[in-house]
């Protein structure tokens, strides 16, 4: 490029997006003086997702800005907990965070999976569709327009993901009252109702059920429940709700 050269900083948390070289603070960077703000940051690697306030020399900006020579450049990270406005707080997980996506209606979080993939197009589709905030760890989905509201997930351990996307939206916690399978609703099922979905063994050893609105699964407090507990136990303490 020999367009204006403009100095850059990019927040600490965002720094695994950019080359090693842009890892240490303010560095120089030479723009084509037509492209926008919002384009020159996704051109480092940075997803727009991932992007708060930006600021031209201390003041905000706007990613349309088109930056200017001599003119430094703050990317900073996305505040948290991050408001998303315009529609209630649900989310899309991308195939590869199924995982996450049980543990979020575990704790009662609306959020879509798709356990095959789909593709980008239709994944982007449908998050613009639902107006669902679309969790992926491929930069390259999140930079797609059509998506409605997106985020990068960081780690690959859920456990992290889940404080991570807990800790970035804060959603509102209701453990136990969402199908892991599905994401439907679960109502408090009698007994005898679902005693033809259910071994012998298990009507022996259990009397309290509940079941899925939508696709009829049935639960009870079986062997797993104690590691279940301990997961929604800790994000309960960490990030409020109701542990019952």
Not at 30 to 45: K, W
Not at 127 to 155: C, F, H, N, T
Not at 184 to 213: I, M, P
Not at 222 to 234: D, R
Request: proline share 6%.
């Amino acid at each position: 490029m020999n367009g204006p050269e403009i100095t850059l900083e990019v927040a600490p948390e965002l720094r695994l997006f950019v080359p090693h070289e842009r890892r240490a603070g303010r560095t120089p960077l030479t723009t084509d003086g037509a492209s926008t703000l919002g384009h020159v940051i996704e051109s480092l690697g940075i997803p727009l997702t991932e992007a708060g306030t930006l600021l031209v020399d201390g003041a905000p900006a706007d990613r349309s800005h088109i930056p200017e020579a001599g003119e430094h450049i703050d990317v900073t990270a996305v505040e948290r907990p991050q408001r998303v406005p315009g529609a209630p707080l649900r989310f899309l997980l991308d195939v590869h965070l199924g995982t996450l996506a049980r543990r979020l209606r575990l704790l009662g979080v609306d959020a879509a999976y798709e356990s095959e993939d789909i593709g980008d197009p239709a994944l982007a589709a449908l998050s613009a569709r639902e107006r669902r905030v679309l969790l992926s760890r491929d930069r390259g989905l999140l930079r797609r327009r059509e998506i409605w509201a997106g985020a990068y997930v960081y780690s690959d351990r859920p456990q992290e993901q889940l404080r991570d996307v807990l800790g970035r939206f804060a959603p509102a916690l209701a453990p136990w009252t969402r199908c892991t399978a599905c994401n439907g609703t679960l109502a408090r099922a009698n007994k005898d109702a679902v005693s033809d979905l259910l071994e012998h063994g298990t009507q022996q050893a259990y009397d309290v059920f509940a079941q899925c609105t939508e696709c009829a699964r049935v639960y009870w407090r079986g062997a797993h429940h104690g590691h279940l507990e301990t997961i929604v136990a800790e994000a309960v303490r960490e990030f409020g709700g109701a542990a019952a």
